[in-house]
């Protein structure tokens, strides 16, 4: 029998990590922001693998979940519910947004699978956020 696909749709929380040696270390976020906001933030003002590094182990995003040992970008994955999962214990079922910064940029994933550029799924253009408060202004 089928398993009954996941709609990430009604998911609106987000974690943001970064890849290091293999292993992703992650947050969840505490404020409430929609993708699209996270995603101009993350580039306007943490475009580096030093600034996702600072931005992830510090307060800045007021963290409510972290998590420094992920399997790599798979293991980060299965934050997202789906079918596919190969490490259920990661799974956070109200997640269905991860941004990470592996390869020089900022990728997004919605589905455990794709990870594109932040830059080719959101539109990331306009005047650059200054900080944090900027940012939860428009979300």
């Not at 994955?77 to 109200?94: A, C, F, I, P």
């Not at 539109?123 to 408060?133: E, I, L, M």
Request: charge should be negative.
């Amino acid at each position: 029998m089928f398993k009954k696909k996941i709609d990430n749709k009604s998911k609106f929380d987000s974690m943001v990590g970064f890849i290091d040696n293999g292993t992703v270390s992650a947050v969840e976020p505490g404020w409430r922001m929609t993708p699209q906001t996270l995603a101009k933030l993350l580039v306007d003002k943490f475009p580096t693998k030093e600034d996702a590094k600072r931005l992830v182990d510090s307060a800045i995003l007021v963290p409510v979940f972290k998590r420094e040992d992920y399997e790599g970008v798979e293991g980060f994955g299965d934050v997202v519910e789906s079918n596919l999962s190969w490490y259920k214990e990661n799974t956070r079922k109200h997640v269905g947004h991860l941004f990470c910064h592996m390869t020089g940029v900022w990728k997004y994933s919605n589905n455990a699978v794709d990870w594109d550029p932040v830059t080719s799924e959101f539109d990331v253009s306009g005047p650059k956020f200054n900080d944090v408060r900027e940012a939860l202004e428009v979300a």
